[in-house]
């Protein structure tokens, strides 16, 4: 299949390249357009897409027409397809939007395109929409999808105000007025290189953030770790240039956002050093389970200062307690 962008190959059926083919009876093609033709539910849907992108416009209008009338019984199987064609994932969100058992499978596709996200997270409203906005691996891969969402008019505000949005009409907090009257006092403390990059920092919307985040320098990172957004603090976590050392200054945070100490538990990498450990055991955003994990690699040097620290919960001292003590016993 043909269109003015891109050039789309999918292995099909017989029956479907009978239908398909260029050609192919026009009166056949017309047929199957408007589901005339005794074809599977994964030929019918296959055929549909090919006649939906082809140069006949009656043929066309015809086989959309038979498109948004396919019930989810049809369509979901083939979008259960862990090799469906991004295209025709594509197709699905746009003819069935409002289909949320469908989008449920589609918009959490492997196989599901950046582009397609954007242009659903632009018009879809609701639980539809909940299903991009949720989705913070695809969001911080593509900032663009938040861009969409802010820019969605039918779009929740409370989505959009989770996402980082700040209503232009809406007069500042006090709250608000605080931080950048913080803000002004620590740039006044910075040299000429840091601040020029701190008030850009201020004034870059979500997806700016995200995208310097991602792919910015040291000083970047320190600035954006900071930041109280969950997808701008995480995607700094991702930036390819961030340095184990970096990493433990994270994990030594105790008011780090969890987020961070989740993803840096998620990598073994990280973990296998013995200093960033040490540094999550003491962090209370560690999940119980992986700080009590940890304790076990630990010197016993470090779990005596663990069994008389006042800076971790009672479940980690009394855990050192306990090691010591077993410990002795074997002695």
Known sequence: MTSQKKTVRLKVSPEVARVVDPKAPRELKLSAARGALPLSGRDLVTTLFFLAHGKDRDIRRSALQTFRALPGSILQPVALDAGAHPQLLDFMARYHLHDLALMEIVLTHS???????IHVAGRATGSVLSLIAN????????PEIINAIFAN??????????????????EPTEEEQKQREDHAAEIEEMDDEVKSKYQLALEFGVSEKIKAALTGDKEWRNLLIKDSNKLVCSAVIKNPRITEGEILMVAKNRSAHEELIRLINLNREWVKNYEIRRALVMNPRTPLPKALRYMSTLTDKDIRELSKSRNVTQVIVNNARRMIMAKEKKK
């Open 153 to 170: 008019p039918d779009a929740d505000k409370a989505v959009k105000f989770r996402l980082g949005w700040k209503d232009p009409e809406a």
């Open 111 to 117: 196989q599901i395109s950046d582009e397609t996200l």
């Open 135 to 142: 989705n913070d691996e695809r969001l911080i891969r593509e």
